[in-house]
C-alpha cells in the first residue's frame, strides 16, 4: 500500500482540500511553493497509461477547479499543472496523481527547461513518425 492509499483509508493524516466520492485533493508536505496541491483519484492506478480515460478526466477538471480556487483564495498569479509518469520522470509514488501548484510573481521557483534542438528538421519527422506509428499499433 503506498502513502496515498494510506491518506485515502485515513491510516496517516493530511490536509484535504477537497474531496469527492472518487477524488481526493489535499497540500504537499513538502511544497514547491506554498499552496502545493496534490489531487489523486482514490483507487490507485498506475502509470498514465493503464489509468482509465474517465479518471484521468476527472482529475483534470478537479486540478482545474483547484488551480482556480488557488487564484481566487491565494491570490496566485498563475498555476502549473504537472503529472509526472514514471520515476525517471520524477514520479515517487506509484499512484496517479497531478501536483497543482500555485504561482506568484517573484516567488523564486524556476524549473530550469534547458529546451534543447533536434539536429534537422528529418530528425524531427522520424521521431513524429515513431510517435504516429505507436498511436496505430
Request: hydrophobic share 40%.
Amino acid at each position: 500500500m503506498n502513502i496515498f492509499e494510506k491518506i485515502v483509508n485515513r491510516e496517516i493524516p493530511a490536509t484535504i482540500v477537497y474531496e469527492d466520492e472518487d477524488t481526493l485533493a489535499f497540500m504537499d508536505i513538502g511544497p514547491i511553493i506554498k499552496g502545493h496541491t496534490l489531487v489523486i483519484p482514490k483507487t490507485c492506478y498506475d502509470p498514465v497509461t493503464e489509468t482509465p480515460d474517465d479518471v484521468l478526466a476527472k482529475l483534470i477538471q478537479i486540478s482545474k477547479r483547484i488551480a482556480a480556487a488557488q487564484i481566487k483564495g491565494l491570490g496566485a498569479d498563475g498555476v502549473n499543472i504537472i503529472q509526472n509518469n514514471g520515476k525517471v520522470a520524477g514520479q515517487e509514488v506509484p499512484h496517479i496523481h497531478f501536483h497543482v501548484i500555485p504561482r506568484f510573481a517573484g516567488d523564486g521557483h524556476h524549473w530550469n527547461w534547458a529546451a534543447k534542438t533536434y539536429d534537422d528538421p528529418a530528425e524531427m519527422e522520424r521521431l513524429a513518425a515513431k510517435i504516429r506509428e505507436g498511436l496505430t499499433g
